[in-house]
C-alpha cells in the first residue's frame, strides 16, 4: 500500500509535459517495472498520460547517439520508413529493437 501511495505521488507532482519512464517510477516507488507498466497503460488509455516513442541510432559513441520520438506507433512506422531506419543525424542505423516508451502527463480538464 505504501508503494502504492509512492506511485501516486510520483504521478500528481508530475507537471504537464513532463516525461516520465515506467523504470523511473518503478525505481522511487519500489514496484515492478512491469506493474508500473501496466498502471502507466491503463491510466494512458484512460487519457490521463499521453505514450511517446523513442527510438536512438546505434553510433557506437554514448555522447553522439541521437534520439527521435514519435506520438504514435504509425508515426514510428512512417519515421523508420522514411529514413530508412538511418540516422539523419550520423547515419548509424537506428536501433528498432530497443524503443523506449516515455509517458507524457497531460493537461488536465477541470469542468465546472
Ligand atoms: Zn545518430
Known amino acids: 500500500m505504501e508503494s502504492l501511495r509512492k506511485l501516486d ?3 500528481t507532482i508530475l507537471r504537464p509535459d513532463d ?3 515506467s ?6 516507488s519500489n514496484i515492478a517495472n512491469k506493474t508500473v507498466k501496466d498502471i502507466l497503460m491503463n491510466l494512458a488509455y484512460d487519457s490521463s498520460l499521453g ?7 546505434n553510433n557506437p ?3 553522439m547517439v541521437h534520439a527521435f520520438e514519435a ?3 504509425k508515426e514510428l512506422k512512417n519515421l523508420l ?6 540516422c539523419s ?3 548509424y542505423p537506428l536501433d528498432k529493437d530497443d524503443i523506449k516508451i516515455v509517458f507524457v502527463k497531460k493537461e488536465v480538464q477541470v469542468h465546472y
Open 23 to 28: 523504470q523511473l517510477i518503478a525505481i522511487r
Open 71 to 73: 506520438d504514435t506507433p
Open 61 to 63: 559513441d554514448k555522447d
Open 81 to 86: 520508413k522514411s529514413t530508412q531506419h538511418i
Open 51 to 57: 505514450v511517446r516513442y523513442i527510438i536512438f541510432c
Open 9 to 11: 505521488y510520483e504521478l
Open 19 to 21: 516525461i516520465v519512464s
Open 89 to 91: 543525424e550520423c547515419g
